[in-house]
């Protein structure tokens, strides 16, 4: 949990001069923890199991989350919500005696978070106490609050909640409040060209260092995994702190068809980038993709598609829009 105070709510880590959240999931954490306490009924022990889940959510979190995610998938064979076993072993001191005290334990408290108990919906719902909290504290810490305030607040959410229900009702009015924030906060990342510019480069230097890094990387925070990646991709740290990448291509498709198909399984853009590369004579650490379907509503299904680079390079985005031709719109 004290790791979690220098990793950032937003996956792109407000110091590297993106306009979004300030908060951390230190902060984002301890509030789902809070709003867990407002959930009705349930025995004694399902309400202290339900706070140490919520706690604990954002504990295997690695550096930059989500971004980091795939990585973390093939490395170890899971994402950050079932880190939570990992993170406990990984840590210095034995954590687990804190939940022990409480008679919890660490794996029932794990499988509430990989969506494999009857209180996982409390936590992997839309909504649910994390994104409840996550979506308002992301809106009320960018600066200037570009979006405005708020139109809801998370207790409302938690408050409507019952640890002894499998649907939880939340009323018309508030459920549609969340979604409009809901989409606000998400279009605004996708839309917002530094964050997706350093979203992608981070992206492309994990994959450049895939083979050097271990386990032990999961647990780094956000400025000692980019001193890593300072310390062995120089120009690409250093590019990204001078804000001298760009976004070539920007665009998004109903669907990804042709040679195109490859760009949707995470495990090839390495080696889309290298091609590119190799294609083009640029450095490998110059240019990357990101290639992801957008969560702006529970429904969307787009694909969107940005090639960055460090340079302008026409002959980059011709290659990338040769391989997308076969791919369809979005209207």
């Known amino acids: 949990m004290q790791r979690l105070k220098q990793v950032n709510l937003s996956a792109v880590p407000s110091w590297l001069g993106a306009q979004v959240s300030t908060a951390s999931r230190f902060e ?17 022990h399902d309400q202290l199991l339900l706070t140490a889940a919520a706690s604990l959510h954002d504990v295997g979190a690695g550096p ?8 973390m998938k093939e490395m170890l064979g899971f994402t950050h919500e079932g880190a939570v076993g990992f993170a406990f072993e990984s840590s210095p001191v034995r954590d687990s005696l804190v939940l022990d005290e409480y008679g919890l334990d660490v794996m029932e408290v794990a499988s509430i978070l990989d969506g494999q108990h009857r209180l996982s919906p409390l936590l992997r719902g839309f909504p649910d106490l994390d994104n409840a909290d996550n979506i308002r504290r992301f809106m009320m810490t960018i600066p200037g609050r ?3 305030v708020a139109s809801y607040r998370p207790s409302e959410i938690a408050s409507c909640m019952s640890l002894e229900s499998e649907e939880q009702e939340i009323p018309g009015d508030l459920l549609k409040r969340w979604r409009r924030d809901y989409q606000k906060v998400y279009s605004y990342v996708w ?3 530094l964050n997706m ?9 994990l994959r450049i260092l895939r083979e050097d890094l271990t386990p032990r990387f999961f ?4 400025r000692e995994a980019f001193q890593l990646i300072r310390l062995r991709l120089p120009e690409l740290a250093k590019g990204l702190r001078k804000k001298e990448f760009k976004i070539l291509l920007d665009r998004e498709y109903n669907e990804l068809g042709g040679e195109a198909r490859r760009l949707s399984e995470p495990s090839n853009l390495g080696d889309i980038e290298d091609m590119l590369c190799k294609e083009t004579g640029l450095e490998k650490w110059s240019l ?5 379907r957008p969560s702006i509503t529970e429904e969307s299904g787009h694909w969107r598609v940005y090639l960055v680079s460090h340079k302008g390079n026409d002959e980059s985005v011709a290659l990338l829009e040769d391989m997308l031709s076969g791919s369809e719109p979005l209207d």
Do not use: Q, Y
Request: include cysteine.
């Open 146 to 148: 570009p979006l405005g």
């Open 288 to 292: 990357g993709l990101t290639v992801d």
């Open 191 to 193: 839309n917002d060209g």
């Open 197 to 205: 510019v350093c979203w992608t480069m981070l992206g492309r230097a």
């Open 28 to 44: 984002h954490s301890v509030g789902v923890g809070k709003l867990s306490l407002l959930v009705s009924d349930g025995t004694e």
């Open 219 to 222: 647990r780094l925070t956000n």
């Open 64 to 71: 930059f989350p989500h971004i980091s995610d795939e990585l």
